[in-house]
């Protein structure tokens, strides 16, 4: 095992790419992101581990340049915020449909438009539902600490290869910005050219030897038969990650009846209001979707059992809320809570929230109740008449 | 003595033969389109060279989309105007390998400006091959950037107006002032005497490649029948008389 490292949420994603055998990170500078190209270019791992490192001209040459690297089977990170990933979408939409492994860092801030450089969680619908055209999706991995920042890039690279397909991460500029301590993994070692070959040769462009066809890597097809195809392959492959990649966390579930779902910061929030609404008595919990694609469904629809409300908490008008009520499919109220345009909020204001949700769902309750009792009593009366 | 058919086709009598990088899959471009030659020479080039094996090619968005189902090597296909980008990510990660982009007009010099001017800047270890043919064939005949002044097309229908739509941009003069370019020149492949010449530029710019000198910037000057209306000959014929003096022949640097 490494050591323990005291370091910033930026750059754990550098440090995670030096020490995972990532080949080439390509970037462009956008705030609350920059740590991780600043501390690439000052590390220069294409001295130590030969990784490449190349500031780009802009945000679309850089995903450009990932898909090139990719495309050749190689691991191939860019990272940027908001503003930059809505430039990237026409990339990470060619390297969705050439089926390349890549990874993308989205340190997310608040929109919409240039908007501002604190953190937000406005991001959700652009990363799980599309972002760029075309039906795709990307495997979406959210972490919530600076130690869950720099295990999931070597986490993502792992599945951008099993699957052939990009895996975004979605972070925010709290995680990207605050500082936590690191458990640094060992060094592994790049592919060798060798290894490459043999683990990328049956589809990657390394030069054609006169062993094989040439590869091709494109996302064209022009007759519409093989495109759809295609794209019956790719949701296939979208369902074998939704049966095999699902990640997710539970906190104080077991005995809860009011259950808040969030992802990243707004998770680490919960987590203290919870502990807050705990010492007033409230059974709070917390389900936690670690991946956003694929989306725990299945286990939001099974503590509908036993929790009488769901609060969506996000940096956001409301993106997640949605999928949480596609999820509980109306059997109980799922109501959404959030600050955003660069606004954190504080876990009391999310107990306060959590309270008025109670409070409305008790009330509810209570006139259920005495309508029960009224129409009981009603019935009695009528009995003792007859 | 009538000479037999089966005389002429003995295998000493042979002056020509496709290369084999050449697939044999029928073109999808217009009779008389400089597409299929370049495409030829490229590939006799690589060949010859022996480095089938350490070469990859990027495709553009446009005419030569499907460039790959053409050349027998292993390549990409670039979104629309990103192959220098795409081109730069390979030659960074392989940079023992020949790497090249082939574009057209709109590919490189509209909505690809700044990937191209960038690499070119950067002096990536590549080589640029752009198909100058004044128009956008693929989508039907549409202006572009490298549009004549008064030439008609599906977007400027009356003509080219220069207060209106701006001049022709000669994308090679500009980029032979970037440090990063070791060699650019503009050829064309209308005429026997004009192919040999740009496979000579074909062969300096690999070599370049393999010397690790930067970028090497070859403009095709090209025709388009179908966008420019005319018989291949006539499109010839009108291409030296009107394209010529705009785009000038010859190497500008390197």
Not at chain 1, 205 to 211: D, L, M, S, V, Y
Request: charge should be positive.
């Amino acid at each position: 095992m490494g050591e323990l490292r005291l370091m910033k949420g930026n750059e754990a994603i550098a440090e995670a790419a030096i020490r995972c055998g990532c080949d080439a990170y390509f970037g462009y500078p956008i705030t609350p992101q920059s740590e991780i190209l600043e501390y690439l270019t000052l590390q220069n791992p294409e001295k130590t581990t030969g990784m490449v490192v190349l500031q780009a001209e802009s945000e679309i040459a850089a995903i450009n340049m990932v898909y090139g690297a990719a495309a050749c089977g190689k691991k191939a990170l860019t990272s940027s915020s908001s503003p930059g990933i809505s430039l990237k979408q026409e990339g990470i939409s060619y390297i969705a449909g050439a089926e390349l492994p890549a990874v993308i860092v989205n340190v997310v801030r608040g929109g919409p438009g240039l908007g501002t450089i604190q953190p937000s969680q406005s991001d959700y619908f652009q990363s799980v539902k599309g972002g760029g055209h075309g039906d795709y999706k990307l495997i979406v991995l959210a972490p919530n600490s600076v130690q869950e920042q720099y295990d999931f890039v070597k986490l993502g690279f792992d599945l951008a290869f099993k699957y052939r397909n990009p895996v975004l991460i979605l972070s925010d500029g709290a995680i990207g910005q605050m500082m936590e301590k690191v458990q640094i993994s060992d060094f592994t070692p790049r592919w060798t050219e060798e290894e490459i070959v043999q683990m990328t040769g049956s589809w990657a462009t390394h030069g054609k030897p006169e062993t094989r066809k040439h590869n091709i890597v494109t996302s064209l097809n022009l007759q519409p038969e093989p495109q759809e195809e295609h794209n019956h392959h790719l949701q296939r492959k979208y369902k074998e990650i939704e049966d095999n990649e699902l990640r997710y966390e539970k906190f104080f579930c077991e005995d809860a009846e009011y259950v808040f779902v969030a992802y990243g910061t707004s998770s680490r929030l919960c987590q203290k209001a919870i502990q807050l609404g705990r010492e007033k008595g409230l059974k709070l919990g917390l389900l936690r979707p670690i991946t956003l694609f694929p989306f725990p469904k299945k286990q939001i629809k099974m503590a509908t059992k036993k929790a009488k409300a769901f609060l969506a908490v996000e940096m956001s008008a409301g993106q997640m809320v949605e999928d949480v009520q596609l999820a509980v499919k109306g059997k109980r109220p799922v109501k959404h809570f959030g600050r955003y345009g660069g606004m954190i909020p504080m876990p009391d204001e999310i107990l306060e929230a959590m309270e008025e949700l109670i409070a409305k769902v008790e009330k509810k309750e209570a006139k259920k109740a005495q309508k029960k009792a009224k129409k009981k009593a009603e019935k009695e009366a009528k009995k003792q008449k007859n | 003595m009538s000479i037999s058919i089966q005389d002429i086709i003995k295998e000493e009598n042979k002056v020509f033969s496709k290369t084999k990088l050449l697939t044999d899959k029928v073109f999808s471009y217009c009779p008389g389109c400089g597409h299929g030659v370049a495409h030829r020479i490229i590939m006799e080039v690589i060949e010859e060279m022996g480095i089938v094996n350490q070469t990859i090619g990027v495709a553009p968005v446009g005419c030569s989309v499907l460039a790959y189902d053409f050349m027998d090597i292993d390549m990409q296909q670039a979104a629309h105007g990103r192959a220098p980008a795409v081109a730069t990510g390979i030659s960074r990660v392989f940079p023992d390998k020949y790497v090249f982009t082939y574009q057209g007009d709109g590919d490189l010099a509209a909505i690809g400006t700044a990937e191209t001017i960038h690499a070119c800047s950067r002096g990536e270890n590549i080589i640029i091959f752009f198909i100058n043919n004044g128009i956008y064939g693929m989508t039907g005949g549409q202006m572009a950037p490298t549009t004549l002044e008064g030439m008609k097309t599906s977007t400027s229908p009356h003509g080219r107006d220069l207060h209106q739509m701006g001049f022709p941009i000669k994308m090679t003069e500009i980029v032979a002032q970037l440090d990063g370019v070791q060699f650019a020149t503009r050829q064309a492949v209308h005429t026997p005497s004009a192919v040999r010449k740009t496979k000579k530029a074909v062969k300096k710019a690999f070599e370049n490649v393999k010397n690790k000198k930067g970028v090497s910037f070859i403009e095709i000057v090209s025709n388009c029948n179908s966008g420019w209306k005319l018989a291949p000959v006539k499109a010839n014929e009108w291409m030296e008389e009107f394209m010529f003096p705009v785009y000038p022949i010859g190497d500008i640097k390197g």
